[in-house]
């Protein structure tokens, strides 16, 4: 159970998120706008040609839930993150690293997104014939790694763009800080 301390640092958590996503919403909105058309190209391109050839988009989103493409997809895309979770972002004035927040929980979301996938994918590549996966199961597991992989990617945008504007901040506050110690006027 929570105690007072355990509870105050919860709700302060939940209040810096909500404050991180006012602020930085609509540009890890427009990032992740990108991630979709980009990464997600195959999947809509390919429903696109399907309708034009007047097949089912239905069967054909089935089919590639079911054949691992979308795990593929997601662990690609969220893999390339823990670029952005692990690098420097400066040094505050006593001199600590200002590294990326949450970047312990992401790393292991992306961790946990990579190796289901990497499994899942095992399982249907085996050739002895000794493991099989249904197709309707395969299908809800992709649906759920590919939301998870989402989720992960548009906190990871919305993370970074604080991080960014925060270091933007520290340099602009160094800078007026030269200015007036060393500047003209």
């Known amino acids: 159970m929570l105690g007072t301390k355990g509870l105050s640092y919860l709700f ?3 209040l810096n998120i909500k404050n991180t996503i006012l602020r930085n919403g609509k540009s890890a909105l427009g990032e992740f706008s990108y991630f979709v058309f980009l ?4 999947v809509w391109l390919g429903a696109l ?4 050839y007047g097949r089912s988009i239905g069967s054909y989103l089935f089919g590639y839930l079911s054949s691992g493409q979308a795990l593929l997809i997601s662990s690609t895309a969220v893999g390339p993150l823990l670029y952005f979770l692990t ?8 001199g600590a690293t200002r590294r990326f927040p949450y970047s312990s929980a ?17 399982v249907i590549d ?3 014939g000794g493991a099989t996966v249904l197709p309707s199961s395969l299908s809800a597991v992709s ?10 990617w548009f906190a990871v945008a919305l993370l970074k763009n604080d991080v960014e504007q925060g270091s933007a901040k520290i ?3 160094d800078e007026e800080d030269f200015v007036k110690d060393y500047g003209g006027n």
């Open 143 to 152: 649906i759920v790694v590919a939301i998870a992989a989402t989720f992960v």
């Open 87 to 94: 690098r420097e972002y400066g040094k505050t004035a006593d």
């Open 106 to 122: 992401l790393s292991l979301s992306i961790i946990i997104t990579c190796m289901v996938s990497a499994c899942v994918l095992g």
């Open 49 to 52: 040609i399907q309708y034009l």
């Open 12 to 14: 302060a958590t939940i």
């Open 126 to 128: 085996d050739s002895s």
């Open 171 to 173: 340099m602009r506050q």
């Open 39 to 42: 990464s997600l190209m195959p």
